[in-house]
């Protein structure tokens, strides 16, 4: 007979539970963007009318291992998510904020919107 997680939870010990939970935190700091979009419980034709695409056009973004910036932004926004951009080195970690324009509040340029559409058509 199948147990509840919480029951067997209850019976691990504190440092299994810490192992257990840092594991878990892992997981979810680092997912591909097919699983980001099922864990925010959206289908990619969902996703798809948000982003004003096809959703065959989803499907080639989740597969793709390189693409424009904008283009993943646009894949976060459409979730209600935010990208950031950061370096991490041994002294710490640096935001990139270079893909903003001088006011800092608003992404570069009309082009980008093209990119978006074209990169998210496989173009």
Known sequence: MAKKYSEL???????SRARVDARVRAAIAEM????????????????AEVLQVSQGAVSKVERRTDMYISTL???IRSMGGDLQ????????DVIIDQFRDIAGNEE????????????????
């Open 32 to 47: 591909p963007l097919e699983e980001l979009r099922q864990a925010r419980e959206m289908t990619q034709t969902q996703l």
């Open 9 to 15: 939870r209850a019976k691990m010990s504190p440092a």
């Open 108 to 123: 570069i340029g009309n082009a980008e919107v093209v990119q978006v559409k074209a990169a998210a058509a496989g173009a």
């Open 85 to 92: 951009i950061r370096a991490t080195f041994p002294e710490g």
């Open 73 to 75: 932004r646009s894949y």
